[in-house]
């Protein structure tokens, strides 16, 4: 880790952007990579829309699909992590068990962060139809 630090010139890390369908976390996300990007770093960022197309095309949306996508992520996550690279994650993943379980995953490089935005926010930029 040391030495991918200093070829890197930063260490790596996993931003965890978790809160509502619609609340901005995809945008903020995309955002935040594409700044630091612009800065040099290594940065790449997983979110549904990357995981479930791939990875993670097998599961559905019930309660143990869900939680499973959210552990294969942070194992993702934490092999990105490893190497060198900042991971965004933007998940809903509204369970703090489960975000327990990814921050022990890699606990020296997780970082939670909630975006809070209103119901009616959300409901406002549902594109998804998911608040129908």
Known sequence: AEQRALMNGHNGGIL????????????????????????????????????????????????????????????????????GTI?????????REDRRSVRAIAPDYFHNVYIKASVETCEKRDTKGLYK
């Open 87 to 95: 991971v965004i994650c933007s998940f809903i993943s509204p369970y």
């Open 16 to 83: 965890w952007l978790t809160g509502l369908s619609g609340s901005g976390k995809s945008t903020i996300a995309k955002q935040v990579q594409k700044r630091l990007f612009d800065k040099g770093y290594n940065v790449f960022g997983l979110d549904g829309d990357n995981i479930r197309k791939g990875l993670n095309r097998d599961l559905g949306f019930s309660p143990e699909d869900r939680k499973e996508n959210i552990r294969r992520v942070g194992e993702v996550a934490a092999l990105f992590a490893q190497s």
